[in-house]
Each structure stands twice: as C-alpha cells, then as structure tokens.
C-alpha cells in the first residue's frame, strides 16, 4: 500500500512536470527522424540546389532490420541523453532541497522510496521507447518493407532491458549525489564507458549489455533468437537488480550518516 501511494505520487509528479508529453514525443522524433530522411535524402539534396553536374550518389537499399539499427542507433546516443537529463533530479533534486528527508522523517520504507522511483521512470522510459518503436515500425512498413509487429514486439522487450540498465545507473548515482547536473553527465558518461570497454574486449564481453543491440540486428536478419542475446539480457537482468539493490544500500547508509 505504501509504494502503491509512492508510486501513484510519483506519476502525478511526471504528469505534472508534463514528462508525459515531451519525453514521448521527443523518442517519437528520434525513432523516425533517420529513417524519414534517408528515405527522403534524394529530394532533400534536389530541394537545396542538387549536386553538380557528373556527380551521382549511390544510396543503398535499406533493409527493415536496417532501418530499426537506425532507430535504435538514435536511443543509443540522444535518446540516453535525454533519459539522463530527464532524471537527474528524481532523487538527488529532491535531497538537495530537502523533500526526501521530509518524506522519510514519516515512517516511509527506503527501499519502497527507491524502487517506486525506478519504477515511475521506467514506466515513462518504457513507454516512450515504445511508441517511439511503433512510430518507427509504420514508415519502415510504409517506405521499407515488411517488419512483422512480433518482431517488432521482440525488439522492444529486449531494447526495453538495455533501457532499464540506463534507468538505473541513473538511479544509483542519485543516490551518491545531490548535484542533478553530476548525476546526468555521470550516467551519460557510464553508458559511453561501458560502450568503449565493451568494444576494446569485445572477444571477451560478448553478454555485455552493449551489445543487445547488435544481437537484435542479428535476430531481425535470422529470424531466431541468438543465445549470446539471451545471455547479454540475463546480465543485463542481474546488473538491474544490483543496481537498484545497491541504490537503496546507499541511500540507507548516507541517509543515517547525515
């Protein structure tokens, strides 16, 4: 009942900072802002004057799995940008003003305080990402080709974890900062880290979340599930709860020291 109430406060909360709205509407733009624009590249160049006489452009034929990389390639950069920067404050905003002590001082559970926070942020992300996917979905079928809406399904569940990782260290650095600022340049740097480590022991970290992307390519290709796919997803699985277990750990342990 009690994280019910958090919760429910926690969606009125986004609601009213209207995240509801742009958070949406700006996944939406980056899932198709790529596909539109290579779809539409050759009137694009003849609206802004052409190329010079002799010069031909050979674009390639874009697959539909192609076409959802593209998609996927925009979340990877701009869309963890704005999760970032959309949840800097969630819980290092309200320490630093001094609410979450005021709602803790009521004998207000630490891990239900955290995990309702994850969980309204999630929903939020989730969501966006989603219709984001689906906006995407209708030009590839329209412009592209044919992309099944179950694949399209599977692509969200197994994007949707990658995502909740970004949730989460999002989450567990509110908790070590009461900066905003800090907490969204460290989550975005996090993600960026874990990228580059995964590339330079790429022979090693084959289950690295980072990779779930490249093996969702490889399932749209194939039409089966990869098993270095459903590995990556378990570590990312076991990195979620770590990091939200860690997160109410550490929010516990600075709220007593102070």
Known sequence: MQWWTLFQKELIENVRNIKWIWVPLVMILLAIVDPLTNYFLPQIIDAAGGMPDGTEIQLPEYQPSDVVMMSLGQFNSLGVLVIALMSMGTIAGERKSGVAELILVKPVSYTNYITAKWASLSLLTLTSITLGMIASWYYINLLFGDLSFGALLQVVFFYGLWILLVVSISIFYNTLFKIP???????????????VITSIFAHVLEWSPNNISNYIQQMLVTGSVPSDLIGASLVTLIMIVLLVGGSVFIFKTKDMAE
């Open 181 to 195: 600022g800090l907490v969204a340049f460290l989550t975005f740097a996090t993600v960026i880290l874990m990228g």
